[in-house]
């Protein structure tokens, strides 16, 4: 079993930053992609960014890149997202989540998420 603990969200104004993070608090042998999905109110669960065991390829939502970067640690089983220019449109709670197999970035291909964190971005 891992479980997934999302920290770093918190309010903030247009144009500003955040960087979340998620740790695992159980390390598994198998390497595993992680990624971050979001949540809007009123909307479903969307695709934000995922990177690989070893960091070297990332991925992102097409309304992210330029703005936002994923990273990890596997020293510190933690992953990060950098939020950058922060839009009201990126308002919603972030979940970190463990890749199983499939598609990076499609939900059903991770076994294991976070609780989420709140991002609020207003002025």
């Known amino acids: 079993q891992v479980e997934l603990v999302e920290s770093g969200g918190g309010s903030v104004q247009p144009g500003g930053s955040l960087r979340l993070s998620c740790t695992a608090s159980r390390y598994t042998s198998s390497a595993r992609a992680m990624a971050w999905f979001r949540r809007a109110p009123g909307k479903e669960r969307a695709f934000v960014a995922a990177?690989?065991?070893?960091?070297?390829?990332?991925y992102y939502a097409d309304f992210v890149k330029g703005r936002f970067t994923i990273s990890r640690s596997n020293a510190k089983n933690t992953v990060y997202l950098q939020m950058n220019s922060l839009k009201p449109e990126d308002t919603a709670v972030y979940y970190c989540a463990a890749h199983r197999s499939g598609s990076y970035y499609a939900s059903p291909a991770y076994n294991y998420w976070g609780q989420g964190t709140q991002v609020t971005v207003s002025s």
């Open positions: 990177i690989t065991w070893s960091g070297y390829s990332t």
